[in-house]
């Protein structure tokens, strides 16, 4: 088996070539659109997490992952269509996405949990990895965030096998993203990392809750803005500038430093887990 470590090499050179291509040859990634002060960039930056999911599928290619697989396309599907929509204006309604992420999430779930010889578990297993699908998106909006985290998530609990090849394929899109972006992560990115992440980690913390500690940062960064949302009797589902990343650099920490900052710490949690 190809060690996981080659998935960012893979990865690095995908998005290099897809960079090219959607440039020279064929438009196929949706762009995200200047829009300030909101958005920090000035002109259209091409949304390229698609294509982290042809890298990784050597890892994936056998029978006992056909599950984690589909659920992995269901969702980057869904991010696709999603990031495709809001490049014209109009993305995929909430609901629509909501239910797209929860068939993942349980079909992604009964790869390690026979939903009906332990329904609890599967149950608890499905809602982690949707949680952590939409905590991924939500951190998805400072250069270089939620890919680092996720690569970090994903390598301290993925072991040797096809999670590790998710993380390092986010690490192998970084330097596309970071600290100068030329690609975004998009929905379609941030659904197939926060995925992958959430059906790693739950795996694990169903036996050691422990576990949780590995993707710490991006769920104390979902509940606290969820909560605040709704403390504000705001729409969960409409974007902020309550995240973590924003209170960072709201309080003095430069752009650039945001993503490494957070990182260490999710490092930091996941070796204490």
């Known amino acids: 088996m190809l060690h996981p470590a080659y998935a960012a090499l893979i990865a690095g050179a995908g998005c290099g070539l897809a960079l090219w291509v959607n440039g020279h040859r064929w438009g196929f990634l949706p762009d995200d659109p200047p829009s300030l002060p909101r958005k920090q960039h000035d002109r259209p930056i091409p949304l390229a997490g698609v294509v982290l999911l042809p890298c990784v599928l050597w890892w994936f290619a056998s029978l006992e992952h056909a599950a984690t697989l589909l659920a992995l396309a269901i969702a980057t599907a869904t991010g696709f269509a999603d990031d495709r929509g809001k490049e014209h204006g109009e993305g995929l309604d909430w609901r629509v996405k909501g239910a797209l992420l929860a068939v993942a999430a349980l079909i992604g779930a009964s ?163």
């Open 111 to 273: 790869q390690s949990c026979a939903p009906l010889q332990a329904p609890g578990d599967w149950l608890l297993l499905a809602a982690l990895a949707f949680v952590l699908c939409n905590a991924t998106n939500f951190l998805d909006n400072m250069d270089g965030v939620a890919t680092s985290l996720s690569a970090v998530t994903l390598l301290s609990i993925g072991g040797g096998g096809p999670f590790a090849a998710v993380g390092f394929a986010a690490l192998g899109l970084l330097p596309w993203n970071w600290p100068r972006p030329r690609l975004f992560l998009g929905d379609a990115g941030a659904y197939l990392l926060g995925m992958a992440a959430g059906l790693a980690v739950g795996a694990r913390a169903l036996v050691a809750p422990i576990e949780l500690l590995a993707a710490g940062v991006q769920l104390a960064d979902f509940v606290q803005v969820i909560s605040a949302r709704l403390w504000l009797r705001l729409p969960p589902w409409v974007g902020d500038r309550r995240h973590l990343s924003h209170i960072a650099h709201h309080r003095g920490v430069p752009r650039w430093l945001v993503a490494p900052l957070l990182a260490a710490l999710a490092a930091l949690l996941a070796n204490r887990g």
